[in-house]
């Protein structure tokens, strides 16, 4: 018989993934086809927003942290707070808006990789 339950692995490798496809598109629909910085600052806006939805339910987590846990939410935060600037029509540089966008997908993508290299056997 077939075990086709996800583990968390597989599950943390597929949400990498789609992150990963989702910038992949996103770039294409945005940069190669011109069709607007809407996408971009949508997917922008969604993968900073999760991230300081999370560390803000958990922020004594966030205490303890390393330095560099602090400057992913810092910049995470930052993000978000251009992201729904431009949503909201306030001059935004798009330099910035591409610079966030292609940082986002740097991550995910190492992100990805480090979920395909190594086996996590539990999450801290």
Same mark, same amino acid.
Do not use: C
């Given at each position: 018989?077939?075990?086709?339950?996800?583990?968390?692995?597989?599950?943390?490798?597929?949400?990498?993934?789609?992150?990963?496809?989702?910038?992949?598109?996103?770039?294409?629909?945005?940069?190669?086809?011109?069709?607007?910085?809407?996408?971009?600052?949508?997917?922008?806006?969604?993968?900073?927003?999760?991230?300081?939805?999370?560390?803000?339910?958990?922020?004594?987590?966030?205490?303890?942290?390393?330095?560099?846990?602090?400057?992913?939410?810092?910049?995470?935060?930052?993000?978000?707070?251009?992201?729904?600037?431009?949503?909201?029509? $306030?001059?935004?540089?798009?330099?910035?808006?591409?610079?966030?966008?292609?940082?986002?997908?740097?991550?995910?993508?190492?992100?990805?990789?480090?979920?395909?290299?190594?086996?996590?056997?539990? $999450?801290?």
């Amino acid at each position: 018989m077939i075990d086709l339950s996800l583990s968390w692995d597989h599950f943390f490798g597929l949400f990498a993934l789609a992150l990963l496809l989702a910038h992949i598109g996103v770039l294409v629909w945005s940069a190669w086809f011109r069709k607007g910085m809407a996408p971009v600052l949508v997917l922008n806006l969604l993968v900073s927003g999760g991230v300081v939805i999370y560390w803000g339910l958990n922020i004594a987590d966030l205490v303890g942290a390393i330095e560099m846990v602090w400057a992913f939410v810092a910049f995470e935060l930052v993000v978000f707070v251009t992201s729904l600037l431009a949503i909201f029509r $306030l001059r935004v540089p798009q330099a910035v808006i591409w610079i966030e966008f292609a940082a986002h997908a740097l991550m995910t993508g190492l992100a990805f990789l480090f979920i395909l290299t190594f086996h996590l056997t539990r $999450l801290i």
